[in-house]
């Protein structure tokens, strides 16, 4: 029973504090240095959201540093295509980012900076869209720019990576896990995946099912026969992977 409510009382703590900035405390025998933006962990703000890279990108390291005034980062925000609650979230910035923070030595913040950015670079959505199989990613439901260059960055143009459709719909994750021992069977979600593909597919899944007819007849006919969402959606993404593995 103890256990139980310790685990109640941290749960609560995780909820209350998921989708707010990450403070860190400082320590005065760490040896570090004034406030920085390198460690603030911004709101969440959608998958697709046109601003979602604009905080690794302005705190990528030391170097790359966000405006001081919230006049600049107002700005920053609108530029990156920010349209709502730009006051309140320059607000909450401004105020985040002059906390003390955790300092790593400076080659090393360097580096990580470096390749943030590299990593920013490969999911421009103008680059995204010079790419021969941009045509064929963008055609499917549920797929644009930003989910696009996601799914292709993980998966990559290499067309020899995977030997068959199976093997990427495992390594997304949505192909389940298959045990037999003697007469039980068991079959589980795989938990072993690339999770920022997998995050990808949620949220590719979630749009397919929700605005167009023939997904959303496709995760209906699974929740007809049972399954739940989580399951149904899963189905749908590995079907769409499938297509994809083929159209490529």
């Known amino acids: 029973?103890?256990?139980?409510?310790?685990?109640?009382?941290?749960?609560?703590?995780?909820?209350?504090?998921?989708?707010?900035p990450r403070r860190r405390k400082v320590s005065p025998a760490s040896g570090s240095r004034s406030a920085n933006a390198y460690s603030i962990r911004c709101r969440p703000t959608g998958n697709t959201a046109p601003?979602?890279?604009?905080?690794?990108?302005?705190?990528?390291?030391?170097?790359?540093?966000?405006?001081?005034?919230?006049?600049?980062?107002?700005?920053?925000?609108?530029?990156?295509?920010?349209?709502?609650?730009?006051?309140a979230t320059t607000a909450e910035l401004h105020t985040a980012l002059r906390l003390p923070q955790l300092r790593h030595p400076e080659l090393v913040e360097q580096a990580m900076g470096r390749q943030a950015l590299a990593l920013l670079a490969t999911l421009d959505a103008?680059?995204?869209?010079?790419?021969?199989?941009?045509a064929i990613i963008t055609s499917f439901p549920g797929l644009a720019d930003n989910a696009g260059a996601r799914v292709l960055a993980e998966i990559g143009d290499d067309r020899n990576?995977?030997?068959?459709a199976r093997a990427l719909k495992a390594y997304a994750g949505p192909a389940p896990i298959t045990r037999a021992s003697g007469r039980s069977i068991s079959v589980t979600f795989r938990r072993v995946k690339n999770d920022r593909?997998?995050?990808a597919g949620w949220l590719w899944a979630f749009i397919a099912a929700t605005h167009r007819e023939p997904a959303k007849a496709h995760y209906r006919r699974r929740r007809d026969h049972g399954d739940r969402h989580s399951t149904a959606r899963r189905h749908l993404?590995?079907?769409?992977?499938?297509?994809?593995?083929?159209c490529l």
């Open 1 to 20: 029973m103890l256990f139980r409510g310790l685990r109640r009382q941290s749960l609560r703590r995780c909820r209350s504090t998921s989708f707010s």
């Open 197 to 199: 593909l997998a995050a």
């Open 161 to 164: 990576r995977f030997a068959d």
């Open 51 to 87: 601003d979602q890279w604009l905080c690794p990108a302005r705190q990528a390291s030391p170097v790359f540093r966000w405006p001081s005034s919230k006049a600049r980062i107002a700005s920053a925000l609108r530029r990156a295509g920010r349209t709502r609650y730009i006051d």
């Open 126 to 134: 103008e680059a995204f869209r010079q790419h021969p199989d941009y």
């Open 237 to 246: 993404l590995n079907r769409l992977l499938g297509q994809l593995y083929h």
